[in-house]
T-cell receptor, first 111, second 114 residues
Framework: DAKTTQPNSMESNEEEPVHLPCNHS???????IHWYRQLPSQGPEYVIH???SNVNNRMASLAIAEDRKSSTLILHRATLRDAAVYYC????????????FGKGTRLSVIA | DGGITQSPKYLFRKEGQNVTLSCEQN?????MYWYRQDPGQGLRLIYY???????QKGDIAEGYSVSREKKESFPLTVTSAQKNPTAFYLC?????????????FGNGTRLTVT
């Protein structure tokens, strides 16, 4: 799976939008972009995924650049419960090979 | 409710002892995975299994062993050969044959070896 690059940490004020960036310049045409987040002392949980078009669900939105070399996870109104490590992962749509997790972005939310 | 259960949440062992971490799922998933996480680091893959009675080594399999005798269960044994066993261990599962289906994780076992 191709590599992703994320900032080590970000900070946001409560109830403001948060834009978490991810660069994936070596993405291939069949790679899906997945986001997971990990709350303190818990296992990661799935957030959202997409291929080419922007995606929305109840947790977040995913904005994918036209050339697919970068993407942004958008939390529309950060809450204290959104403080977590966010992982951006590329996943090829074939086979069942495991996900490769980088270090992710640690998001702090300030009240 | 369907999910993945890891037990115990905290585990303490003396150096030189083998220890087995439990992972059970009732999601009817074929694929199961074990990851290790050290403080401030991402997850590293230890072993994975795509079907009963079959498993493959991940990136850091040395000092670990697994079995997959039942679809629901994928226990991980941390042997005395593992040089730095103290870590947070995470088990996950996934439906088969669907490249984009998400992983489901348990809440982990924190192992401390002294």
């Amino acid at each position: 799976d191709a590599k992703t690059t994320q900032p080590n940490s970000m900070e946001s004020n409560e109830e403001e939008p948060v834009h978490l960036p991810c660069n994936h310049s070596t993405i291939s045409g069949t790679d899906y972009i997945h986001w997971y987040r990990q709350l303190p002392s818990q296992g990661p949980e799935y957030v959202i995924h997409g291929l080419t078009s922007n995606v929305n669900n109840r947790m977040a939105s995913l904005a994918i650049a036209e050339d697919r070399k970068s993407s942004t996870l958008i939390l529309h109104r950060a809450t204290l419960r959104d403080a977590a490590v966010y992982y951006c992962i590329l996943r090829r749509n074939s086979g069942n090979t495991p996900l490769v997790f980088g270090k992710g972005t640690r998001l702090s939310v300030i009240a | 409710d369907g999910g993945i259960t890891q037990s115990p949440k905290y585990l303490f062992r003396k150096e030189g002892q083998n220890v087995t971490l439990s992972c059970e799922q009732n999601l009817n998933h074929d694929a199961m995975y074990w990851y290790r996480q050290d403080p401030g680091q991402g997850l590293r893959l230890i072993y994975y299994s795509q079907i009963v009675n079959d498993f493959q080594k991940g990136d850091i399999a040395e000092g670990y062993s697994v079995s997959r005798e039942k679809k629901e269960s994928f226990p991980l044994t941390v042997t005395s050969a593992q040089k730095n066993p103290t870590a947070f261990y995470l088990c996950a599962s996934r439906p088969p044959g669907q490249g984009v289906s998400p992983l489901h994780f348990g809440n982990g076992t924190r192992l401390t070896v002294t």
